[in-house]
Structure formats: C-alpha cells, structure tokens
C-alpha cells in the first residue's frame, strides 16, 4: 500500500505569512494528490486535486506543486479563516491520507 | 446542491453489527464513485471503503477487510456500509464522499456530516 507522510505535523504561523506543507508518497503517485482543509467539528473541503489543480471556489492564495512522490501545499498569505488541519491525500491506488498538518495561530 | 446525509451509527458492543447509510441528492448518484471515510476521535483521516459508479469495483482497507461491507442502490440514490464483528478501534465519525469521477481515480469533491459510531461494552 502507498505511505503518505506529511510535513510539519504542527505549523505555528502569523496572519500574512506564506505558509508551506509537504507531503511524500512511498511510491511514485504521478500527479494523483489532493489536499484537503478541515476545520473543527466539519467534513473535510477539497482545495486542489492533481496536485496542482484549484477546486472551483477554493481562494488563490492557495496552490500545490510537485509529482511522482513529492508534493507541497502552499497558501501565499496566511488569512483568519485559514487555521486548521490539512490533509494530503493520494487517489492513485484506492485512496491514503497523510497524518495532518495543524496550522495554528503563532 | 449536492448534499450527503449518513445515518445509522450509534453506540453498539464489541462483536456486533451497524449498517450505516447515506442519502444522496443534487446530482446524478450512478455517474460516481462512492467511498466511505473515518475519524476516530481527535485522529486523523482514514479511507475504509470504496465503490465505483457501477458496483464493478469495490475497494478496503485492511483494517476493515473482510469484516465491512460497502454496496450502493443507485434507484435509491443511496450508499451503504455493513459494519460486521465491530472493535473499539473502529469507534469513530465515520463520512460519505462522493468521488469526483466515476471510479476510486479521483477525489472527494462532496462530503457528508458524519455518522458517529461507537463500539463499547
């Protein structure tokens, strides 16, 4: 089965900053990653998908990069409703999610 | 609008069944792939299960395989999981999601509320 391994698993960021996850596959997943925000006590959003992909309604500020087993989320400048956990999630072989970043105020 | 409401969960003992269900509406439910996802409580995501828009393929996780069973009723607009010989590891909220294409290829683009189930004695 493909690993998924997210980078940091804690963020401590400031309103404004650029903010940047990772995320490494066990295998090459091509570009077959999506990443997702989920804030307290609500399902998980899709923000991109093939990796780079911006889901409609998703804010520029947010982008992905990356293929084969190595990808990053990205967010330009940190806004209030942006803290919260994200996830990594590959959909080459069935579907794995990373362990979670938490974004937290600094 | 595309909306996914689970039910079924509750608190149920160690070696028992649940069957979850989730009602589909707001879009056309047999052009999809249809997963369940859990939570467990302050935990991460987990996939359990998955279906393709036409039953023809079924995919689980280890840690369920063998003891869940994901099936859908596109007449019904509805999706399906039988949860048999149930653990307290498998104490979580447990998700609908609907994939975004017709097979497990692509991501959830919708996701339901969640149905809480909790094995205990």
């Known amino acids: 089965d493909i690993q998924m391994t997210q980078s940091p698993s804690t963020l401590s960021a400031s309103v404004g900053d650029r903010v940047t996850i990772t995320c490494r596959a066990s295998q090459s997943i091509s570009s077959w990653l999506a990443w997702y925000q989920q804030k307290p006590g609500k399902a998980p959003k899709l923000l991109i998908y093939?990796?780079?992909s911006l889901e409609s309604g998703v804010p520029s500020r947010f982008s992905g990069s990356g293929s084969g087993t190595e990808f990053t989320l990205t967010i330009s400048s940190l806004q209030p409703d942006d803290f919260a956990t994200y996830y990594c999630?590959?959909?080459?072989?069935?579907?794995?999610f990373g362990q979670g970043t938490k974004v937290e105020i600094k | 609008e595309v909306q996914l409401v689970e039910s079924g969960g509750g608190l149920v003992q160690p070696g028992r069944s649940l069957r979850l269900s989730c009602a589909a509406s707001?879009?056309?439910?047999?052009?999809?792939?249809m997963h369940w996802v859990r939570q467990a409580p302050g935990k991460g995501l987990e996939w359990v299960s998955g279906?393709?828009?036409?039953?023809?393929?079924?995919g689980y996780a280890d840690s369920v395989k063998g003891r869940f069973t994901i099936s859908r009723d596109n007449a019904k607009n509805s999706l399906y999981l039988q949860m048999n010989s149930l653990r307290a590891e498998d104490t979580a909220l447990y998700y609908c999601?609907?994939?975004?294409?017709?097979?497990?290829?692509?991501?959830?683009?919708?996701w339901g509320q969640g149905t809480l189930v909790t094995v205990s004695s």
């Open positions: 707001g879009f056309t439910f047999d052009d999809y792939a």
């Open positions: 999601a609907k994939g975004a294409g017709y097979s497990s290829g692509w991501p959830g683009d919708y």
């Open positions: 999630q590959q959909y080459n072989s069935i579907w794995t």
């Open positions: 093939k990796a780079s």
């Open positions: 279906i393709s828009w036409n039953s023809g393929s079924i």
